[in-house]
Structure formats: C-alpha cells, structure tokens
C-alpha cells in the first residue's frame, strides 16, 4: 500500500468515531426535572413524549431526554437542576410544583424552561404575565390548587350524611394554605364543618389517619400538592384501612383504588408541555408562548373501593362521571 493511500485510510478511520461522536452531539438534550418519581409517573412522561412528537422530535431518535426524579424530597430540587443546567441541556421541562420551577429558574436564567404546575404562576411569580411570560420561563398549569371548594361539594354530595370532613394538606407550602382558605370559607357557605390536618411529613399524614376516628370525619378531602403525587398509593392504602371515603385531584388517584377524582387532566398538561418544549427546539421563544390554561377536567369514581366501602354512589354523580371504573 501506498504511504498516500495509507495515510488517507487512517485519517478516514479516526474521522469515523469523531463524526459518529459530532452526530451524536447534534442530538438535542431535553431535561425533564420533577418532584415526582419514576415509578408514579409513566403515563405523564408517555404524555410529554407525545407532545414532543407532535413538533417532530422523537426520543432516542432526534432528541434525547434526562431525566431527574426528587421522589417527593423537594430539598433535592436545587441539586438536580444544577445537574440538568450543566449538562447544559436545551430545554429545561419543570414538572411538580413552583418549588420545581423556582429550582430549575435559579439553576439558569438563559436555559429556556417550560413548567407545568397546579398553581398561578403569576401569583407566584414565576411569569410576568399569562399571555406575556417575559424572560426565559413559559409553561401550562391546571389549576388543580383552586378547585378545593368544587370537591369538597362533590364529596358532599357522596357522602351527605357526614357531619364533619376532614381536609389533609400540605401547610408547609403556600399551595396547601391558599387551599385551607379556600376549602373553609366554602364550608362556612355550606354549612359543613371541616377539620383540617396537615400532612407536610410522612409521619404526620399517618397521624391525621390515625385521628379521623376520634374526631368523627365521615369523608376526606386529600388537597391536591406535588407533595402527595409520589405518596399515592400509601394515601389510597391509608384510607382503605381506616375505611374513610376520600377524593382526590388526579385520575392516577382513582385508577391506583382511590374511590373518587376530579381535576384537570394531567396528562393533556404534560403532553402540552412537550409541545412547548418542540416548539422551543424548533426557534420559538419562551417570552412569546402564553402560558396554557386547562381545557379539559375529569371526574372518576371508583365503584370497586365504593363497594369495598359499602358506599352507594348516587346515580347523580355517576351520571356526571366521565369515567367510572367497575
């Protein structure tokens, strides 16, 4: 062989990992940053997936995704994000709570970011505007913290005969207060008395169960907070064995064996999430995209832990159920 030939053979064969590597590179990174975890949230990330989809990005295809869980534990928010923002990622997705967009805003101020939250994000002041974010933080939120008072009339109507209902909160967060304003000035228009427990911890959501009895709840609001989502299946387990039926804010909640939910859809916000996150890859800026509002609410009972309860569901409600699962 010809030193030419050789040399241009070995140049081309270094050059092969080096494009695959720069091919490699090319692929845009998402980050995907929540305070929920892995486990309690296959349907929501199947549903940003979809999003993303629609403006042309597939995962593992033209785009690739990183993943951080905080699993419940919101002082590791800060930790995570800064993980994500020296990757650096191109799009930034804050899932679970304003103490996920508060993470992901403080980790980088030029990382676009898209949240999806329950809360006002205006109120809280993570944008300027609905319609106007400004800076580098748009997003969608369901306003699942708002509708206290419409569950706790909907659980009033499942249970009429329950003369006091309990309200289990997160009070240490500013969603969970607004929430105990909420929920007992409806009560006062209601004439229903309501006790309200929080539930900041793990050891104090066992202790609110375990004092239901002995304070006469006949029903159960569980408010809805980030705080809740990776604890599901322990509130659902919780209040089949002290048999209280409870209502709660997502349809995972009735799906998992909770007896009843009504909020929006969380997964049309997180599929919207992941077309803001496309829409961003594709040029859009983030000070130009309003912020998404809910369009769709869900109300689930389900008849099997009704049963369990001995509970009969008026034909009311299950004539207003979207869904009820037998």
Not at 127 to 135: L, Q, Y
Request: glycine share 10%; aromatic share 6%.
């Amino acid at each position: 062989m010809r030193r030419r030939e050789f040399i241009t053979l070995l140049g081309g064969a270094a050059a092969c990992p080096l494009a695959a590597r720069a091919q490699q590179a090319a692929v845009p990174v998402v980050g995907f940053l929540s305070s929920r975890s892995a486990d309690d949230s296959a349907r929501v990330v199947d549903a940003f997936r979809r999003g993303l989809a629609e403006t042309g990005y597939v995962d593992g295809r033209n785009v690739a995704i990183e993943f951080r869980w905080a699993q419940g534990q919101f002082d590791r928010l800060p930790t995570l994000a800064a993980e994500l923002a020296s990757r650096p990622v191109a799009v930034l997705a804050a899932l679970g709570g304003h103490q996920t967009v508060r993470a992901a805003k403080a980790a980088s101020s030029a990382i676009p970011i898209v949240f999806g939250i329950g809360e006002d994000p205006v109120k809280e002041g993570i944008v300027a505007s609905f319609n106007r974010p400004g800076a580098n933080v748009t997003g969608a939120t369901f306003f699942t913290a708002l509708l206290g008072a419409k569950r706790l009339g909907l659980l009033r109507e499942l249970v009429p005969k329950a003369e006091v209902i309990a309200l289990l909160v997160n009070q240490n967060s500013s969603q969970g207060q607004g929430q105990v304003k909420d929920v007992q000035e409806a009560a006062r228009n209601l004439g229903q008395r309501v006790i309200v427990f929080n539930g900041g911890t793990d050891e104090e959501i066992d202790a609110a169960f375990a004092s239901l009895a002995q304070n006469g709840v006949g029903a159960l609001l569980v408010g809805a907070d980030p705080f809740f989502d990776p604890r599901r299946d322990r509130l659902i387990a919780l209040a089949a064995r002290h048999a209280v039926p409870a209502i709660y804010q997502f349809r995972d909640y009735a799906l998992a064996g909770g007896l009843m939910s009504y909020g929006a859809s969380i997964t049309d916000l997180y599929q919207q999430v992941g077309v803001y996150a496309g829409r961003i890859l594709n040029g859009d800026r983030p000070a130009e995209l309003p912020v998404m509002l809910p369009t769709k609410f869900e109300m689930v009972i389900n008849l099997k832990t009704a049963k369990m309860l001995r509970l009969d569901i008026p034909d009311k409600l299950l004539a207003l159920a979207d869904e009820v699962i037998e």
